[in-house]
Nanobody
Framework: QVQLVESGGGSVQTGGSLRLSCAAS????????MGWFRQAPGKEREFVAA????????FYTDSVKGRFTISRDNVKNTVYLQMNSLKPEDTAVYYC????????????????????WGQGTQVTVSS
Protein backbone atom coordinates (compact mmCIF):
# COMPACT_ATOMS: atom_id res chain seq x y z
CA GLN A 1 0.00 0.00 0.00
CA VAL A 2 1.26 3.47 -0.83
CA GLN A 3 -0.22 6.90 -0.15
CA LEU A 4 0.40 9.74 -2.56
CA VAL A 5 0.28 13.48 -1.89
CA GLU A 6 0.69 16.01 -4.70
CA SER A 7 1.88 19.58 -4.33
CA GLY A 8 3.20 22.42 -6.43
CA GLY A 9 0.11 23.40 -8.37
CA GLY A 10 -0.86 27.01 -8.89
CA SER A 11 -1.70 29.72 -11.37
CA VAL A 12 0.71 30.89 -14.07
CA GLN A 13 0.57 32.78 -17.33
CA THR A 14 1.08 31.26 -20.73
CA GLY A 15 4.72 30.32 -21.20
CA GLY A 16 5.36 29.94 -17.51
CA SER A 17 6.63 26.95 -15.57
CA LEU A 18 5.60 24.87 -12.59
CA ARG A 19 7.05 21.83 -10.90
CA LEU A 20 4.66 19.35 -9.39
CA SER A 21 5.77 16.96 -6.68
CA CYS A 22 4.20 13.74 -5.50
CA ALA A 23 5.41 12.38 -2.18
CA ALA A 24 4.83 8.71 -1.50
CA SER A 25 4.56 7.09 1.88
CA UNK A 26 5.06 3.43 2.51
CA UNK A 27 7.79 1.05 1.60
CA UNK A 28 9.57 0.16 -1.61
CA UNK A 29 8.92 3.32 -3.59
CA UNK A 30 11.41 2.08 -6.16
CA UNK A 31 9.15 -0.84 -6.99
CA UNK A 32 6.40 1.45 -8.28
CA UNK A 33 5.93 2.76 -11.77
CA MET A 34 4.73 6.32 -11.30
CA GLY A 35 2.39 8.27 -13.53
CA TRP A 36 0.89 11.72 -13.89
CA PHE A 37 -2.62 12.18 -15.22
CA ARG A 38 -4.80 15.27 -15.58
CA GLN A 39 -8.44 16.13 -15.80
CA ALA A 40 -9.73 19.37 -17.26
CA PRO A 41 -13.24 20.66 -16.49
CA GLY A 42 -15.85 18.71 -18.42
CA LYS A 43 -13.29 16.28 -19.82
CA GLU A 44 -12.15 12.80 -19.01
CA ARG A 45 -8.97 12.16 -17.10
CA GLU A 46 -6.03 11.65 -19.44
CA PHE A 47 -2.49 10.36 -19.28
CA VAL A 48 0.34 12.88 -19.14
CA ALA A 49 3.57 11.08 -18.30
CA ALA A 50 5.01 8.02 -16.58
CA UNK A 51 8.35 6.80 -15.33
CA UNK A 52 8.91 3.08 -15.15
CA UNK A 53 10.17 1.24 -12.11
CA UNK A 54 13.69 -0.07 -12.36
CA UNK A 55 15.19 1.41 -15.50
CA UNK A 56 13.45 4.80 -15.22
CA UNK A 57 12.25 4.85 -18.80
CA UNK A 58 9.91 7.79 -19.36
CA PHE A 59 6.74 8.05 -21.40
CA TYR A 60 4.77 11.12 -22.46
CA THR A 61 1.58 11.96 -24.22
CA ASP A 62 2.28 13.76 -27.48
CA SER A 63 0.88 17.12 -26.39
CA VAL A 64 3.48 17.55 -23.63
CA LYS A 65 6.58 16.09 -25.28
CA GLY A 66 9.43 18.59 -25.22
CA ARG A 67 7.69 20.72 -22.57
CA PHE A 68 7.18 18.41 -19.58
CA THR A 69 9.73 16.21 -17.83
CA ILE A 70 8.95 13.46 -15.34
CA SER A 71 11.62 12.38 -12.89
CA ARG A 72 11.89 10.53 -9.61
CA ASP A 73 14.04 10.51 -6.50
CA ASN A 74 13.89 7.07 -4.92
CA VAL A 75 15.68 8.32 -1.80
CA LYS A 76 13.11 11.04 -1.20
CA ASN A 77 10.23 8.82 -2.34
CA THR A 78 9.10 11.57 -4.67
CA VAL A 79 8.17 11.88 -8.31
CA TYR A 80 8.25 15.22 -10.09
CA LEU A 81 6.66 16.75 -13.14
CA GLN A 82 8.52 19.76 -14.47
CA MET A 83 6.17 21.70 -16.73
CA ASN A 84 7.60 24.38 -19.01
CA SER A 85 6.08 26.51 -21.77
CA LEU A 86 2.67 26.06 -20.23
CA LYS A 87 -0.43 26.67 -22.33
CA PRO A 88 -4.03 27.40 -21.34
CA GLU A 89 -4.96 23.91 -22.51
CA ASP A 90 -2.72 22.49 -19.78
CA THR A 91 -5.20 23.79 -17.20
CA ALA A 92 -6.44 20.82 -15.20
CA VAL A 93 -6.28 18.98 -11.93
CA TYR A 94 -3.11 16.90 -12.01
CA TYR A 95 -3.06 13.52 -10.32
CA CYS A 96 -0.19 11.30 -9.32
CA UNK A 97 -0.66 7.54 -9.61
CA UNK A 98 1.33 4.42 -8.84
CA UNK A 99 1.39 0.78 -9.82
CA UNK A 100 3.62 -2.20 -9.15
CA UNK A 101 2.35 -4.33 -12.00
CA UNK A 102 4.84 -4.76 -14.81
CA UNK A 103 3.09 -3.78 -18.04
CA UNK A 104 4.17 -3.19 -21.62
CA UNK A 105 5.07 0.31 -22.73
CA UNK A 106 1.80 0.81 -24.57
CA UNK A 107 -0.09 0.36 -21.29
CA UNK A 108 1.67 3.13 -19.37
CA UNK A 109 -1.27 5.43 -19.94
CA UNK A 110 -3.99 2.99 -18.93
CA UNK A 111 -5.58 4.47 -15.82
CA UNK A 112 -7.24 1.29 -14.65
CA UNK A 113 -3.81 -0.30 -14.17
CA UNK A 114 -2.90 2.23 -11.49
CA UNK A 115 -4.48 1.23 -8.16
CA UNK A 116 -3.03 4.09 -6.11
CA TRP A 117 -3.95 7.75 -6.61
CA GLY A 118 -3.32 11.09 -4.97
CA GLN A 119 -5.94 13.73 -4.32
CA GLY A 120 -4.82 16.02 -7.14
CA THR A 121 -3.43 19.52 -7.44
CA GLN A 122 -4.87 22.32 -9.54
CA VAL A 123 -2.87 23.90 -12.36
CA THR A 124 -4.32 26.98 -14.03
CA VAL A 125 -2.68 28.62 -17.04
CA SER A 126 -4.04 31.98 -18.11
CA SER A 127 -3.57 33.59 -21.50
Amino acid sequence: QVQLVESGGGSVQTGGSLRLSCAASGRSFGSYTMGWFRQAPGKEREFVAAIRRGDGTTFYTDSVKGRFTISRDNVKNTVYLQMNSLKPEDTAVYYCAAKTRITPAQDMGVMTQYPYWGQGTQVTVSS
